[in-house]
């Protein structure tokens, strides 16, 4: 079913100025967060060109953007971003072509029960053409159930 998902997900993921080189794809392992407001999720490098790429690291830095709903209407959406930066890992490794990397990763919203989440993943990075710029993932939305 994870296949499955991935291979839905790697088709119909929007690309960055990366177009026919990068593709980044999130898949939660989970469509609820927890009672703390926290999920669980695979992030997926895709390199589909047919030489090897120096991609960035997404265990080192990556940003997530997000958007938090009450589903009741009875407090405005939320919008916001934070970077997130690890310590003890690489920066950036060589991607060989049509190969995948997968990392596991979490974050922790600020909801509360019956908040509806929609979040990305984006990681800077450097196309091909050495143009600098961003790979952004597919959107997720997650239900923090009430009680």
Not at 21 to 44: Q, V
Not at 81 to 94: A, E, M, N, R, Y
Not at 119 to 142: C, E, H, M, Q
Request: charge should be neutral; glycine fraction near 8%; include cysteine.
């Amino acid at each position: 079913m994870k296949t499955l998902l991935f291979i839905i997900m790697l088709i119909s993921a929007p690309v960055s100025s990366f177009a026919g080189e990068l593709r980044i794809i999130i898949a939660p392992r989970s469509t609820t967060l927890d009672a703390k407001g926290y999920i669980s999720f695979d992030l997926y490098l895709y390199n589909d060109t047919g030489r090897p790429v120096s991609v960035p690291s997404p265990a080192h830095e990556f940003t997530t953007v997000w958007t938090v709903r009450d589903v009741d209407n009875a407090r405005p959406a939320v919008e916001d971003s934070h970077l997130v930066v690890g310590t003890d890992t690489v920066t950036k490794f060589t991607l060989g072509p049509s190969r995948a990397v997968r990392c596991e990763l979490g974050e922790r919203f600020l909801t509360q029960p019956g908040d509806v989440v929609e979040f990305y993943i984006s990681i800077g990075a450097k196309s091909l053409s050495g143009d600098k710029g961003y790979l952004r993932s597919n959107a997720v939305a997650l239900v923090r159930p009430k009680g």
